[in-house]
């Protein structure tokens, strides 16, 4: 299983960039699925979650300007990020709990690749 983040870049302050997250493998079903992101010298955060049944979590920071969202016939997950701030800036990295056996069914825990998001004031 593989998980592919992009959607990164350069942006204004105010600004809005689409990220992206793709899981391909064997997949059975996927559980959870969030982004996470690494300021420069800080330690990892989460910034929201979404489970199978579309109910989400957020960081109290992002509320109110970002949205979570996936494609479960895609195995995709989306994080629209509008109103960007300087503190917005980091390594994205999507996780997912995904469940590759239809005979034992239990998930594990997949990273994706970080992607960078750079917020310019």
């Known amino acids: 299983v593989q998980l592919q983040a992009s959607g990164g870049g350069l942006v204004e302050a105010g600004g809005s960039l689409r990220l992206s997250c793709a899981a391909s493998?064997?997949?059975?079903?996927?559980?959870?699925m969030g982004w996470y992101r690494q300021a420069p010298g800080k330690q990892r955060e989460l910034v929201a979650n979404?489970?199978?049944?579309?109910?989400?979590n957020w960081a109290d920071s992002v509320k109110g300007r970002f949205a979570i969202s996936r494609d479960n016939a895609k195995n995709t997950m989306y994080l629209q990020m509008n109103n960007l701030k300087p503190e917005d800036t980091g390594v994205y990295s999507c996780?997912?709990?995904?469940?590759?056996?239809?005979?034992?069914?239990?998930?594990?825990?997949?990273w994706g690749q970080g992607t960078l998001v750079t917020v310019s004031s």
């Open positions: 996780n997912a709990l995904i469940v590759t056996s239809p005979i034992i069914r239990l998930p594990r825990r997949f």
């Open positions: 979404i489970s199978s049944g579309a109910n989400t």
């Open positions: 493998g064997s997949i059975v079903s996927i559980n959870f």
